[in-house]
């Protein structure tokens, strides 16, 4: 499209659609947006960059009649405004479609895809190619991420230069394209990190993940490059019929970057790389967590293999600074740190809590979690949840988000979760909401302690109202 059209975004608070709002608006259209409920860090950054943000969803929302409506996938028939555009025959498309057809036609696409740690990894790529294009002002890169890179203090970026980083997700496309998202994506080169059964609303099961997944790699043209962690039999099962180059990347052996040496300090994390049995790079991440130390290197190996040097590779990481909602300290109250992490699956919780562990030896951790995700809403991953859960010295639950949404049989319920942990021996309790849980573990926290905060979604405002509670002891 030329510049200067109006372009409507339905759902536009979900963090890939307001990222693609300000692509829209880089580029000289005019951008309005709908939602049901704005919250940080997306509706922040629509603030910042002057789109509008009506609420809730009505058919006066589309007044003036935009030249384009981009549906987001959250959105189904009945919506107000969905069923506005089918009446009115307004053009529409997806968000993937429009990312493609408008941003990643002539560039270079490295997409980066797994179940686990995809936000983070293309963070870090983003930062190695910034960090890269000081010197090459080439290498400068055009991204868009699942979230806010604290680096760049945005989850988009729009260059005139051939490099364009995204993640790739494999939720659906909208609700006339039930196909993934990154199917749209035609990437040049791609990350797959972690392959295990998620969004149990949309796949069956984990065969049908990773279905998805070996059809993005079947995607990869034989002159590109797939790079693949080493420690998943499913990630191996989907990269086994791929026509480019694949390089493994771990703890084995015989990978094609092999991680060795690993250890964790006050500074954070180190470990050595090396490329197809040859020494590569010393690295330093400032960050907690082997996932993290992993999810760097995958994103090292990429930035390789497309002719990145090994010394910006070095620096970026030695400089990076996370993603927010991702092991995000949001306050320290009288010794007390409260952590906020976008948690969606019961792995990145095991994980959060592993590197929290590390992070902060001998203090007490908490985990306070909403089942918020399709997944966690779910009783399918009970026994994982509770696994994970029990790295936690205590444990808070709420009630599940929107739980009339769930089929019962389906439905998780909080207090059985609770109930195997303390049969385990990990004191859990459930209360009904943000508020209530404030209430009841504030006057019991004390100096020293690490609350973990894990919720994709607002949960009621408790970074805001736990510190608070806090500070008014």
């Not at 409507?8 to 829209?24: D, K, P, R, V």
């Amino acid at each position: 499209m030329q510049g200067g059209k109006h372009i409507h975004l339905i759902g536009i608070c979900g963090t890939a659609m307001a990222s693609l709002a300000g692509m829209l608006q880089a580029v000289g259209h005019r951008v309005t947006g709908s939602d049901n409920a704005a919250y940080p860090p997306m509706s922040e950054q629509l603030a910042a960059m002057k789109i509008p943000v009506y609420e809730p969803y009505r058919e006066a929302n589309l007044e003036p009649r935009p030249d384009l409506v981009v549906v987001g996938n959250a959105i189904s028939r009945g919506n107000a405004e969905l069923e506005y555009v089918l009446d009115q025959r307004i053009p529409f498309c997806s968000m993937a479609a429009i990312l493609h057809d408008e941003f990643l036609l002539g560039r270079e696409p490295l997409v980066v895809a797994g179940t686990h740690g995809k936000t983070t990894t293309t963070s870090m790529l983003a930062w190695i190619y910034e960090v890269a294009s000081r010197t090459n002002p080439e290498l400068a890169p055009s991204f868009l991420i699942g979230g806010v890179a604290e680096n760049f203090g945005t989850s988009f970026m729009v260059r005139d230069t051939h490099p364009f980083l995204i993640e790739g997700d494999e939720y659906d496309t909208a609700f006339f394209d039930k196909g993934p998202k990154f199917l749209h994506y035609f990437p040049d080169a791609a990350i797959l990190t972690h392959v295990e059964f998620d969004h149990a609303d949309i796949y069956a099961d984990l065969p049908a993940v990773k279905t998805a997944f070996k059809r993005l790699v079947n995607l990869i043209p034989r002159r590109g490059r797939l790079v693949a962690f080493d420690g998943s039999e499913n990630v191996t099962e989907c990269v086994a019929k791929a026509f480019c180059t694949v390089e493994r990347y771990g703890f084995a052996v015989d990978s094609h970057w092999r991680v060795s040496g690993m250890r964790h300090d006050a500074t954070g994390t180190h470990w050595e790389i090396a490329r197809a049995g040859e020494p590569f790079a010393s690295m330093t991440l400032p960050m907690p967590g082997e996932h993290n130390a992993l999810n760097a290197t995958a994103a090292a190996a990429l930035a390789a293999g497309q002719g990145v040097p090994v010394a910006a590779i070095v620096e970026a990481i030695a400089s990076f600074r996370s993603v927010k909602r991702r092991l995000e300290v949001r306050a320290e109250v009288g010794g007390i740190t409260v952590i906020d992490d976008f948690a969606h699956h019961p792995t990145a919780i095991r994980e959060t809590l592993r590197a929290l562990r590390s992070a902060y030896p001998g203090r007490r951790l908490w985990a306070v979690l909403e089942p918020r995700s399709n997944t966690l809403r779910r009783n399918v991953f009970e026994d994982a949840l509770v696994e994970s859960l029990a790295l936690a010295d205590e444990v808070v639950l709420a009630a599940v988000y929107q739980s009339g949404n769930i089929p019962e049989a389906e439905r998780l319920v909080p207090e059985t979760v609770a109930a195997r942990l303390h049969g385990q021996g990990t004191p859990a309790e459930v209360h009904e909401d943000a508020a209530a849980i404030v209430a009841a573990i504030a006057p019991r926290l004390l100096s020293g302690d690490v609350v973990a905060i894990l919720s994709n979604g607002g949960f009621g405002g408790i970074y805001r109202l736990l510190p608070e509670a806090l500070e008014s002891r």
